[in-house]
C-alpha cells in the first residue's frame, strides 16, 4: 500500500525552464510534507518542506504547492538548472510519529541544456 | 562538523554471515533512522530511535536489529544476512521538531551473495 506516490519515474526539462514535480498521497493524517533531492552515491539532502496548514512555501527558486483537497502536492523550481539533475523524492510524516518519513518512489530530474 | 557519517561504505556477505552498520552524527540529534533503498521503492525505514536506549520498529524490520547505546550512534546488526537484504541502506537524524527534517548519511551499499 503505497501511501505516497510519485507517478512519474522521469522527466527531462531544458535549463531556464520550469521543473513540475508531482507526488500524490492517500493518508490523511500525514502533517508535514518534505522533498528531498539525491545525487547518485550520496544520501538525500533535504530541500523544502510544507506544513499541512499552508498552501505554499517558497524557498528560491523552489516552490512546493499542497493541495489538501486533491491530496496532492508539486515542487516547482524556475529557472532550472544543469545542477538540479538528480533524483527527487517527495516525503510525509504525521504528527506524534516521531518524524518517521514515509517516501514516494521518486522522479528522476535530468535538466538539459 | 562531520554530520552523518556511516561505516563501511560498500559491503559484500555471504548468505547466513553476520554484520554491523555504524551510524554516527555529531549534531546531538535525538532521533535516528536507518532506510534502506530498493530500485523502484524509494526508501523505507526499518528501524528508529527517539532517544538514547530507546528502539521501535519501521516499516520493514524483520531481520535486522538496532541498538541505541550512546546518544551519537544508532547500530543495525545483520544476524543472517539473506540476498532479499541486498540494498543501500542510510542512517539519518534529527531534531524532535514536528515535521522536522531529517540528516541523512552518504549510504552503505551491501550486497549478500
Known amino acids: 500500500d503505497q501511501q505516497v506516490k510519485q507517478n512519474s519515474p522521469s522527466l527531462s526539462v531544458q535549463e531556464g525552464r520550469i521543473s513540475i514535480l508531482n507526488c500524490d498521497y492517500t493518508?490523511?493524517?500525514?502533517?508535514?510534507f518534505l522533498w528531498y533531492k539525491k545525487y547518485p552515491a550520496e544520501g538525500p539532502t533535504f530541500l523544502i518542506s510544507i506544513s499541512s496548514i499552508k498552501d505554499k512555501n517558497e524557498d528560491g527558486r523552489f516552490t512546493v504547492f499542497l493541495n489538501k483537497s486533491a491530496k496532492h502536492l508539486s515542487l516547482h523550481i524556475v529557472p532550472s538548472q544543469p545542477g538540479d539533475s538528480a533524483v527527487y523524492f517527495c516525503?510525509?510524516?504525521?504528527?506524534?510519529?516521531?518524524?518517521?518519513?514515509?517516501f514516494g518512489t521518486g522522479t528522476r530530474l535530468q535538466v538539459t541544456l | 562538523n562531520a554530520g552523518v557519517t556511516q561505516t563501511p561504505k560498500f559491503r559484500v556477505l555471504k548468505t547466513g554471515q553476520s554484520m554491523t552498520l555504524l551510524c554516527a552524527q555529531d549534531?546531538?540529534?535525538?532521533?535516528m533512522y536507518w532506510y534502506r533503498q530498493d530500485p523502484g521503492m524509494g526508501l523505507r525505514l526499518i528501524h528508529y530511535?527517539?532517544?538514547?536506549?530507546?528502539?521501535a520498529k519501521g516499516e520493514v524490520p524483520d531481520g535486522y536489529n538496532v541498538s541505541r547505546l550512546k546518544k551519537q550512534n544508532f547500530l543495525l546488526g545483520l544476524e543472517s544476512a539473506a540476498p532479499s537484504q541486498t540494498s543501500v541502506y542510510f542512517c539519518?537524524?534529527?531534531?524532535?521538531?514536528?515535521?522536522?527534517?531529517?540528516?541523512f548519511g552518504p549510504g552503505t551499499r551491501l550486497t549478500v551473495t
Open positions: 516525503a510525509a510524516s504525521g504528527r506524534g510519529t516521531a518524524s518517521k518519513l514515509t
Open positions: 539519518a537524524s534529527s531534531n524532535p521538531n514536528p515535521g522536522g527534517e531529517q540528516y
Open positions: 549534531m546531538n540529534h535525538e532521533y
Open positions: 530511535s527517539v532517544g538514547e536506549g530507546t528502539t
Open positions: 493518508n490523511s493524517m500525514f502533517d508535514y
